[in-house]
């Protein structure tokens, strides 16, 4: 690519612009031990992908097992591209279902 006289090379942008959310996504930790710290974060996702900020609303959360600091609910508003719920932690004692070994 040549330089124009001033020297300045201008490169060609591309804007990416979301659309209205089609898909939500809740992104947690797959482990954790007990009583240590986790982030649940949450965002809507345009038909490609993108995170949109056209999200409003209040959500409602729901677990199958206690959750210390999660809320009941939590809103967006229009222009949050995602939420983050910080200091969650879990204190009960995981169930291993599946085989287990005898000597």
Do not use: Y
């Not at 992104?27 to 409003?56: A, C, H, Y």
């Amino acid at each position: 690519m040549e330089r124009p006289e001033g020297g300045e090379l201008h490169q060609p942008t591309v804007s990416i612009i979301a659309g209205l959310p089609v898909t939500w996504k809740a992104i947690l930790p797959t482990l954790r031990r007990r009583g240590e710290g986790f982030r649940l974060g949450f965002k809507g996702e345009d038909k490609w992908g993108n995170p949109s900020d056209q999200v409003e609303g209040v959500f409602s959360l729901r677990a199958n097992r206690p959750i210390r600091g999660l809320p009941k609910t939590f809103s967006l508003q229009r222009g949050d591209h995602a939420k983050s719920i910080d200091n969650l932690s879990v204190t009960w004692r995981p169930v291993h279902r599946g085989a287990r070994c005898r000597r």
